[in-house]
């Protein structure tokens, strides 16, 4: 609330800024204004109307609602499979990764910068109204970076708990997920380094894979280890699966595909019911 507070107030000034420099070069006649001299009313318009559309849907509960209106029914036999996630998740269903399971009933919905709180309230719209047999879930990255605010490992916890609560209450198998790991070889298009671990620090991210995996063992779920196969020698995501240093790359997918596709034959249909 108080980010579109201070973007309002932001507008407001460089709307006040264009409108003089308007009325000056109006009574002077003098052509000194260029189209690019308010650009920066278009970006803080842009980002105004992002904070309203949060405040408006925080989960963003209208991303998949057309998507997940036109889903059949699950067929008998269906082997359906929701991936609930962010933007890594949100991303893989792009070409240009190659490929989102081709041929299976796998159905992709991450959303990109979302946290754990706003994948539990979007769980029921985009994960149990589906009907699939199981739910990946990967999570978590986006909370320790703070996307929406401070919030604890413990809440973390919680939210990835909850999620699975409810998986299991409408008998969908549950894979959780490690976090993956992130580095500091990314460039970005200026070619500037990117450090990822400033906001995402790799302790955190190390604390929260071992309750992850415990969480997983205790309650019968399947723990989907993305990050021993991601880390180099270092600790960080390896230089060839990222460009920026924290979502894959093709070459990343490709390794992710695999162990996602055994965890997902590793759900055991009997603790769905537990």
């Avoid at 699939?132 to 320790?144: E, F, M, Q, R």
């Avoid at 990822?196 to 205790?218: D, F, G, Q, T």
């Avoid at 399947?222 to 960080?236: I, N, P, Q």
Wanted: with cysteine.
């Amino acid at each position: 609330m108080k980010a579109a507070f201070k973007l309002g107030g932001r507008l407001v000034a460089v709307l006040a800024v264009c409108a003089n420099a308007f009325f000056a070069q109006a009574q002077t006649q003098a052509p000194s204004m260029t189209a690019g001299d308010c650009a920066e009313l278009a970006e803080a318009k842009a980002r105004l109307e992002a904070q309203q559309k949060r405040l408006n849907d925080w989960p963003d509960l209208a991303r998949y609602r057309d998507a997940n209106a036109k889903v059949a029914a699950r067929a008998e036999g269906e082997q359906r499979v929701v991936f609930m996630g962010d933007s890594i998740t949100d991303m893989w269903v792009l070409p240009r990764f190659g490929g989102f399971f081709p041929g299976k009933p796998y159905i992709g919905r991450g959303i990109s910068g979302q946290t754990t709180p706003q994948m539990l309230l979007r769980f029921r719209t985009d994960v149990i109204a589906l009907q699939p047999k199981v739910v990946v879930i990967l999570a978590g990255t986006n909370d320790i970076a703070g996307n929406t605010g401070p919030i604890s490992l413990e809440e973390t916890e919680g939210n990835l708990a909850s999620m699975a609560e409810l998986a299991r209450a409408n008998s969908i198998r549950v894979v959780l997920s490690s976090v993956m790991p992130v580095s500091n070889y990314g460039r970005d298009h200026d070619g500037n380094t990117l450090d990822v671990r400033l906001k995402r620090p790799p302790e955190k991210i190390l604390a929260l894979n071992v309750w992850i995996k415990k969480y997983a063992e205790e309650n019968g779920h399947v723990y989907l280890d993305y990050f021993s196969a991601m880390v180099d020698e270092h600790g960080l995501l390896k230089k060839g699966l990222s460009e920026d240093g924290l979502h894959p790359n093709s070459a990343g997918y490709a390794v992710m595909a695999p162990l996602a596709e055994q965890a997902i034959q590793a759900t055991p249909a009997g603790k769905a019911s537990k």
